[in-house]
């Protein structure tokens, strides 16, 4: 957690990590952390995404995608009807179905 904890740092990103939190941390073949994201559940229907980064050096790979992607699966699964995420980014997080919901002060999106 602390590797995921410094690339965030690296963005200039400040994260709280707490018990309510759930993970999701890519690593290359030879133990290389790649990226991750971490999430918590509103309640038993919205799923808020906290954070989520890609070390530098693999941008631009799809691997932003691919979190996306699983995020929305595992969350969807457990229950979760919505997912939302604050302004940052507004443009990428629209690519993924995102958008703007001035009531949460974040993108949301149907799952």
Do not use: P
Request: charged letters at 25%; aromatic letters at 12%.
């Amino acid at each position: 957690m602390a590797q995921f904890h410094d690339l965030l740092l690296s963005y200039n990103l400040n994260a709280q990590f707490g018990e309510e939190h759930d993970f999701l941390i890519m690593f290359s073949a030879n133990n290389t952390q790649m990226g991750g994201v971490f999430w918590k559940m509103i309640d038993e229907q919205i799923a808020h995404i906290e954070k989520i980064a890609i070390h530098e050096k693999f941008l631009n790979c799809g691997l932003g995608e691919m979190l996306m992607n699983e995020i929305s699966q595992r969350v969807k699964k457990g229950g979760a009807k919505f997912l939302t995420v604050g302004f940052m980014k507004m443009e990428y997080f629209q690519r993924f179905g995102f958008e703007s919901d001035e009531s949460i002060a974040g993108l949301i999106k149907k799952l």
